[in-house]
């Protein structure tokens, strides 16, 4: 096992990184809704708002197949991102299970919130998986007017 002189264990970086991949790609491929809301949550406490849609949009991403038929969808990952800061804006120091007693609304299945902002075809259009687009019946709320 190679180690750096007075570094870590690449080894271990390297298996931790893969594990957590594996373990993210088999939670969200499961349709975990809860799971993929609270990957948001803690993107954007951790990190500066523009990083964390940075990271979610990358992270989201890797469910894409080589057709490009599965997973990831552009509006509906931002459209959640903006969704959740908007309610962490509400009040920044709640915990998770806070927000998420909260927020009932944000975890209930079926996509059902972004149909406040956005009519079906627009939100299933191929436009929309691929770029961002604001919903077309009300705009998602964008507390810190965050370019996209």
Same mark, same amino acid.
């Given at each position: 096992?190679?180690?750096?002189?007075?570094?870590?264990?690449?080894?271990?970086?390297?298996?931790?990184?893969?594990?957590?991949?594996?373990?993210?790609?088999?939670?969200?491929?499961?349709?975990?809704?809860?799971?993929?809301? #609270?990957? $948001?949550?803690?993107? &954007?406490? %951790?990190?500066?708002?523009?990083?964390? +849609?940075?990271?979610?949009?990358?992270?989201?991403?890797?469910?894409?197949?080589?057709?490009?038929?599965?997973?990831?969808?552009?509006?509906?990952?931002?459209?959640?991102?903006?969704?959740?800061?908007?309610?962490?804006?509400?009040?920044?120091?709640?915990?998770?299970?806070?927000?998420?007693?909260?927020?009932?609304?944000?975890? #209930?299945? $079926?996509?059902?919130? &972004?149909? %406040?902002?956005?009519?079906?075809?627009? +939100?299933?259009?191929?436009?929309?998986?691929?770029?961002?687009?604001?919903?077309?019946?009300?705009?998602?709320?964008?507390?810190?007017?965050?370019?996209?």
């Amino acid at each position: 096992m190679w180690q750096s002189p007075g570094m870590v264990d690449v080894s271990d970086i390297a298996l931790k990184f893969f594990l957590s991949r594996y373990f993210v790609r088999e939670n969200l491929a499961l349709g975990s809704h809860d799971f993929s809301i #609270e990957i $948001g949550w803690s993107l &954007l406490k %951790k990190f500066d708002k523009k990083t964390a +849609l940075k990271l979610a949009r990358a992270g989201f991403r890797i469910f894409v197949k080589p057709d490009g038929k599965f997973g990831y969808h552009e509006t509906i990952t931002v459209a959640y991102m903006l969704l959740i800061l908007n309610r962490q804006s509400e009040n920044p120091d709640r915990s998770y299970q806070e927000f998420k007693e909260n927020n009932k609304d944000l975890f #209930e299945r $079926g996509f059902k919130i &972004l149909y %406040k902002y956005y009519s079906e075809d627009l +939100l299933w259009s191929e436009q929309s998986r691929k770029v961002f687009c604001d919903g077309d019946i009300s705009k998602i709320p964008n507390p810190y007017n965050l370019s996209i």
